[in-house]
């Protein structure tokens, strides 16, 4: 598929970065200075040098660059062709400042080898979506543009333990958890940053993955400005009071590591979040 980009300067990130044309969602954030900014600064909290990180739906790779630059060692797994080649670029833009270093993977993560079909949006270009064998295109992307990808599990590419494991795959979260469960086991201290959409949610229910991550010693909360860790029950009646199309929500976890990153204050605000909330 041929696709144009710009590369735009972020004083912030201190390199210019490659959007796509015609996205209306990544591409601006980035050029008006970041993207997910709560999430970013949870993300790179945890991101040190020397850590191992591994970005699973790595997009254009925003979070990759990010732990390139701080010096980290990346692993970052995107399976469409023409937007690997944007993170490519953008992660060799990131090794030429930063002291880390990545490898770019071809694949999406799942719980088996094969290949599958992914159905493009159309403005929303980290709205890629990864069906079941022989499914059409999801109800809400009706005549979206398909291209055949390879699928992988993680645990075949990949050794433990990593430091930092972000999981951004558009419905496909339970199906690459359970291709990394090794790397799961192998890493003890690990923050994590999950999707948590259920109505795209492939392979298991919402309530299924939540008692996945609580199973694994995960304390799990919201990727918020001041996140609070969170009861399954809390975080499943959250998601589902959203609209189950545009809603879904980003999860925030660390075993082994802490939980409050930002200091006295920030943990002032997620005391009051947790009592002012639902």
């Known amino acids: 598929m041929e696709i144009s980009t710009r590369t735009v300067p972020v004083p912030g990130l201190g390199i210019d970065f490659e959007v796509i044309e015609g996205d209306e969602h990544i591409g601006p954030a980035i050029a008006a200075g970041g993207w997910e900014e709560h999430e970013t600064r949870l993300f790179n909290a945890h991101v040190k040098e020397g850590a191992r990180v591994l970005d699973l739906g790595a997009n254009i790779g925003w979070f990759a660059a990010q732990a390139v630059l701080r ?40 719980s088996e080898t094969g290949s599958a079909e992914i159905f493009l949006a159309a403005t929303n270009r980290g709205d890629n979506r990864v069906v079941d064998s022989g499914a059409s295109a999801p109800r809400d992307m009706d005549g979206a543009a398909a291209v055949e990808i390879q699928i992988r599990k993680v645990d075949d590419l990949i050794t433990g ?118």
């Not at 939540?210 to 998601?239: D, H, I, N, W």
């Not at 609209?243 to 082994?256: F, N, S």
């Open 71 to 110: 010096g980290a060692t990346v692993d970052a797994f995107e399976p469409v062709p023409h937007i690997a080649d944007v993170l490519e670029r953008n992660v060799a833009r990131a090794m030429e400042r930063g002291s880390g270093t990545a490898r770019v993977h071809r694949f999406a993560a799942g």
């Open 161 to 278: 333990p990593v430091d930092v494991l972000k999981i951004d795959t558009q419905g496909s979260e339970w199906h690459a958890l359970q291709g990394a469960l090794d790397v799961l086991k192998a890493s003890p201290r690990l923050a994590l940053l999950i999707e948590f959409w259920p109505y795209a949610l492939r392979g298991a229910t919402g309530a299924e993955l939540l008692e996945l991550l609580m199973a694994e010693g995960f304390c799990v909360g919201k990727a918020t400005a001041a996140p609070y860790p969170m009861s399954a029950a809390r975080l499943l009646r959250q998601a589902e009071s959203r609209d189950p199309v545009k809603g879904g929500l980003d999860l925030y976890a660390t075993r082994g590591v802490p939980f409050h990153v930002g200091g006295a204050v920030d943990r002032l605000r997620s005391l009051w979040r947790s009592f002012k909330e639902d």
